[in-house]
């Protein structure tokens, strides 16, 4: 079967409003979206969720992935998970992002390691990490969800860069966590931007590959327009036996319905409508 395309609506269109891209992706042929962290704040406002998850049922897509707060991403943050002081409102979140798993169906969750903190100590910042994300694998696990951990490119002091590092990240959550899922989140954009041969890291740790998302190399833009070579990847990525989803996270540099022609160079992947 070929892998299904998900469309992550944070990136691919940008020019509309938040809740009307539910209706579009969906007029465009995806079954499936996913976001990053839609709101503000940590926890938001009961009707800012109620709004969102009534956007999304009323086009008819399912939401399929979520990112969990990632801190003032203007400003620079990329993940809270790693911060001292910031525990409370790590949890918090994951108490929102809970419920709103148990309303959609969705099923895999980024949480963004954080960053290194000028005169804060890196251990204690791992410590601090390995323990909010397996108190989050293990809340996501009562809703059937897995959570995921993303190697980074482009931000100044994140430890994560490689699929190697982040599959070290995951066996030392799935170690402390009780019962949770954890995977690999598998970016070609970050992965090529930090050196990684992307067929010899399907190779190594394709098996605990959980989610994966497609932007060229580099600019971000789609499939065709840098320097991955895609069928490699799809090819490797059925030769492990992936059966996920395959997220459009890219910045489209043509109209979005004109950016998705590369699915049509590639068989294995196809909308299902």
Do not use: K
């Amino acid at each position: 079967m070929p892998f299904e395309p998900c469309a992550n609506l944070s990136i691919l269109m940008p020019d509309l409003p938040l809740h009307d891209r539910f209706e579009a992706a969906a007029r465009l042929g995806f079954r499936s979206v996913e976001l990053w962290w839609p709101f503000d704040d940590a926890v938001p406002d009961v009707g800012d969720v109620d709004a969102l998850i009534g956007a999304i049922d009323a086009s008819g897509v399912r939401l399929a992935g979520l990112n969990l707060f990632a801190g003032d991403m203007p400003a620079g943050e990329r993940g809270i998970a790693s911060h001292p002081g910031r525990e409370g409102e790590f949890r918090a979140n994951v108490a929102v992002v809970v419920e709103i798993a148990r309303r959609t169906g969705c099923r895999v969750f980024n949480a963004l390691y954080g960053a290194r903190i000028d005169g804060a100590d890196g251990a204690e910042q791992d410590r601090v990490a390995i323990e909010n994300l397996a108190f989050a694998a293990d809340a996501l696990d009562e809703v059937g969800g897995t959570l995921l951990i993303e190697p980074l490119s482009g931000t100044a002091g994140f430890p994560v860069l490689t699929a190697a590092e982040g599959m070290r990240v995951v066996d030392e959550v799935a170690r402390a966590a009780r019962s949770g899922r954890v995977g690999l989140l598998f970016d070609t954009f970050h992965l090529t931007n930090n050196g990684d041969d992307l067929s010899d890291a399907i190779a190594t740790h394709g098996e605990r590959i959980a989610h994966v998302q497609f932007a060229d190399s580099p600019g971000r833009g789609e499939p065709g327009t840098g320097d991955v070579d895609f069928g490699r990847v799809l090819d490797g990525l059925a030769r492990v036996g992936y059966d996920g989803l395959i997220s459009c996270e890219y910045a489209p540099t043509v109209p979005v319905d004109e950016s998705l022609r590369w699915i049509e160079d590639h068989p294995r992947v196809s909308l299902p409508i």
